[in-house]
Nanobody
Framework: QVQLVESGGGLVQAGGSLRLSCAAS????????MGWYRQAPGEQREFVAA???????NYEDSVKGRFTISINNAKNTVYLQMNSLKPEDTAVYYC?????????????????WGQGTQVTVSS
């Protein structure tokens, strides 16, 4: 089993920045991909970004150029740097992890999930 704990959410004005962190523990040696999803009120959960342990990345089109995903393998932590935030980025952000590196392009069926952290962007 793998446990994921997100942190770094909060309230920010439009145009501002936040950095989310997700720390993995447990059977971390099985993990080859980590990612971020988000779910706005009344909406389905959607893919945001993902990264393999080797550093390959994939982004949802609406966040390209504004969000950057990175991984620190030594700390078993994945980060999501979010810049130029917009009110439509408001959502609960979830961290995900999977043993299969191709999860970053599959964008679904991730094995492990965190509890989520709230991001609110005010206009």
């Amino acid at each position: 089993q793998v446990q994921l704990v997100e942190s770094g959410g909060g309230l920010v004005q439009a145009g501002g920045s936040l950095r989310l962190s997700c720390a993995a523990s447990g059977n971390i040696f099985s993990i080859n991909a980590m990612g971020w999803y988000r779910q706005a009120p009344g909406e389905q959960r959607e893919f945001v970004a993902a990264i393999t342990s080797g550093g390959s990345t994939n982004y949802e089109d609406s966040v390209k150029g504004r969000f950057t995903i990175s991984i620190n393998n030594a700390k078993n932590t994945v980060y999501l740097q979010m810049n130029s935030l917009k009110p439509e980025d408001t959502a609960v952000y979830y961290c995900a992890a999977d043993p299969n590196k191709y999860a970053i392009v599959r964008k679904d069926g991730w094995d492990y999930w965190g509890q989520g952290t709230q991001v609110t962007v005010s206009s």
